[in-house]
């Protein structure tokens, strides 16, 4: 499988992920959503692996392929938080957000090729990335709920669930992301002597680790305010932006040791 | 005690009093900067790194056990001093992502002249304010947890102990530990044995333990391909350059708009040179080759162009193949897929040891861990000579045990989700009973 398939791939994908989308709304059960969602996952699932064998690496080393993973991702969040807080418009949102970065990717397409240096070949490569781009995903979706609950404002009722599903993802999130972060260490120090050296990239992913913990430790206070709580979590979106292709453009990462592409 | 009509530092404190605490750990830093300078963290090696380390803990457990029933120092394991605390650290790391940094070597000369370098910032994880701010967090997370035992205890603790105290831990070890990190480089070449390494100053230090360099490998990707411009030798398409990867001969592909066939490959091959023509012959040496013999066809020619693409090596040049007097095929050097040492190690006690090193596989020799770090690029894949790194970092346990505790916290985290939703099941309940009642 090469790069060329996947304009069908992600078009069955999305299409699939859309009738997803509709017939949570127009359905009462929950199943036929969650059997269209995970048909769509599925075949996006299948893309995924063919590249990696044909690549013969773990499709993880660019952009692009980061971005891949994301688009796997987001759907994937949308879906366990639909099942398990009933939000159908989680749905639609993370569906669209899929298809911005599946569009980036069709529009400016990577080169694809099967080097990979030595630096990255570990066996931390795939589970630290694919951790991180889980974490991503799960963290852009509950920013959909944080934007989506600033909109709606004060016309929102049961915004005390909003707020117990948001805290939900958000420990979820940063779980994921202290592991991701963790084991960057790990292998930091078995690839380049040190597991932490304020490499751009590592000053950016403490600025999100941040960012997230004072989201928590300001939730734990009962008075606290919902509508600081949700800026708190888009700020802290926009640093993990950072951390994530940001630093690519920043002068003071131009000798960073994490710009591969 | 109604909270909205407190005067400031009146009990109990609350957000503000976090906030000017927080800026006042900064600003000392600050003012320790402008009259100390820059901290020098030879100063704090070993022992001097124990004993602040020691100070510190039981320094904080004596203040624990004589002032805790104080509500100022209740107040430091509160979400009124953390939250400030992290919103301090976080701005002092987004400082730390925008300006470049300089290395601790650096001389004061090297540093751009400005507000900045007057605070420390251009070596910030060594300024005196990002210092003070990490023990001002450290302070914080000691009082927490031990505060958290007073408690009774749940299940739930579990998380809170190993991600409070796994920071703390981590932490302290990371600042601590630091000043007694020590990187070294040697440069071995093949059939020789070194045993001294070189400090990112240049001073040389004789180590405890010898490498002799038996041999240094390096395997390469297959050869590329690429059309380039004549003119400005870029890779065509300008806007999205593209290349193509050796994968076997008789294989036909487009490349840039150019129909391109492989005829024959020799992975080993030397270039010779008379007036008129460059030969190429398969010959297995130092310094040989690869070539690839393309034809290649586009629309606009009649007559296919055949010939031997080359990347050359430090012996021979690189060959071209011309398409038209716009364009040419040429294969770029070839990318590194590993490079690996083969090396004997001799220690102090006596012992011999062989091993292989490569990059992401370290060998661990008494507190020691030596990397694969370079090579001579100038002689690509014939270099005879490696450079390793080696590292002593006698915190890295402290420092893992921190992390494992970290990284048990987070799948907990995962696992057991927030405290909130102990509350969950009732909360939701008064949700839709509020629902019907409307």
């Known amino acids: 499988m090469t790069w060329d398939s996947f304009l069908y791939f992600s078009m069955g994908s999305l299409l699939l992920w859309g009738i997803s989308d509709i017939s949570a709304y127009i359905s009462r059960e929950k199943i036929t959503p969650l059997i269209f969602r995970a048909g769509g996952l599925i075949l996006f699932g299948l893309f995924i692996a063919g590249l990696w064998i044909s690549l013969e690496r773990p499709p993880l080393r660019t952009m692009g392929e980061t971005r891949l993973w994301y688009s796997f991702f987001l759907p994937l969040a949308g879906l366990l938080t639909y099942m398990r807080w009933d939000y159908k418009w989680i749905l639609p949102f993370t569906t669209l957000l899929s298809a911005v970065f599946i569009i980036i990717n069709i529009a400016n397409p990577d080169i694809h090729n099967k080097a990979l240096m030595p630096a990255l070949q570990s066996p931390w490569f795939a589970p630290h990335v694919i951790i991180y781009m889980f974490s991503y995903a799960l963290l852009g979706a509950v920013t959909l709920v944080a934007i989506y609950y600033l909109v709606k404002g004060e016309k929102l009722k049961n915004t005390s669930k909003i707020m117990i599903m948001a805290d939900n993802m958000v420990y979820a999130g940063i779980a994921c992301v202290t592991l991701g972060m963790l084991m960057g260490a790990l292998w930091a120090k078995e690839a380049w002597g040190h597991y932490w050296s304020w490499d751009p990239k590592e000053t950016w992913a403490a600025a999100t680790w941040l960012g997230y913990l004072i989201y928590i430790h300001y939730r734990l206070k009962k008075r606290s305010s919902n509508k600081t709580s949700m800026i708190i979590l888009i700020i802290a979106f926009i640093l993990l932006q950072i951390c994530w292709y940001g630093v690519n453009y920043l002068p003071s990462a131009q000798q960073s040791i994490h710009t591969y592409t | ?438």
Request: charged share 20%.
């Open chain 2, 1 to 438: 005690m109604n909270n909205s009509s407190r005067k400031i530092w009146e009990n109990p404190w609350g957000y503000p009093e976090g906030f000017i605490v927080a800026a006042g750990v900064v600003l000392t830093g600050i003012l320790l900067q402008a009259t100390t300078g820059k901290l020098n963290p030879d100063l704090y090696a070993y022992p001097v790194n124990v004993f602040v380390g020691a100070l510190f803990v039981i320094g904080l457990l004596t203040i624990y056990f004589i002032f805790n029933k104080s509500r100022s120092v209740r107040w430091f394991s509160t979400v009124y001093s953390t939250l400030p605390a992290i919103v301090v650290l976080l701005v002092l790391c987004i400082i730390l992502g925008f300006i470049p940094q300089f290395p601790i070597t650096a001389e004061e000369s090297q540093l751009p002249l400005d507000f900045f370098s007057s605070l420390g910032w251009y070596q910030m994880t060594t300024s005196w304010s990002f210092v003070l701010c990490c023990f001002y967090l450290l302070i914080i997370l000691g009082f927490t947890t031990l505060y958290r035992t007073t408690r009774r205890q749940s299940w739930r603790d579990i998380g809170f102990y190993l991600n409070h105290l796994g920071l703390f831990i981590a932490l302290l070890g990371g600042v601590l530990g630091s000043s007694d990190l020590v990187r070294l480089t040697m440069t071995v070449s093949k059939g020789n044995t070194e045993w001294r390494g070189t400090t990112h100053k240049g001073e040389i230090v004789e180590m405890p333990l010898a490498i002799q360099l038996d041999s240094f490998i390096i395997e390469e990707y297959e050869p590329k391909l690429v059309v380039i411009d004549n003119e400005t030798g870029r890779i065509l398409p300008e806007a999205r350059p593209e290349s193509y990867m050796y994968e076997g001969i008789g294989k036909k592909t487009q490349l840039a708009g150019i129909s391109l066939e492989v005829t024959d490959y020799l992975p080993y091959a030397a270039v010779f040179r008379d007036s008129v023509h460059s030969n190429i012959v398969p010959m297995k040496m130092d310094g040989s080759t690869a070539a690839l013999k393309v034809k290649a066809t586009h629309e606009g020619i009649t007559q296919p162009v055949e010939g031997w693409i080359s990347n050359g090596s430090y012996l021979f040049p690189h060959s071209i193949l011309q398409i038209d007097e716009n364009r040419s095929l040429a294969m770029p050097p070839q990318e590194v897929k590993k490079y690996s040492s083969h090396i004997t190690l001799y220690t102090e006690e006596g012992k011999t040891e062989k091993a292989v090193i490569e990059v992401n596989k370290p060998l661990s020799v008494n507190n020691w861990m030596i990397y694969q770090y370079s090579y001579d690029d100038s002689k690509g894949k014939y270099s005879d000579t490696s450079v390793f790194e080696l590292v002593y970092d006698p915190w890295l346990k402290i420092v893992y045990i921190g992390i494992v505790m970290l990284l048990s916290g987070a799948i907990f985290l995962f696992v057991a989700g927030p405290e909130t939703n102990n509350l969950k099941i009732e909360k939701i309940a008064e949700i839709e009973s509020d629902k019907i009642k409307k």
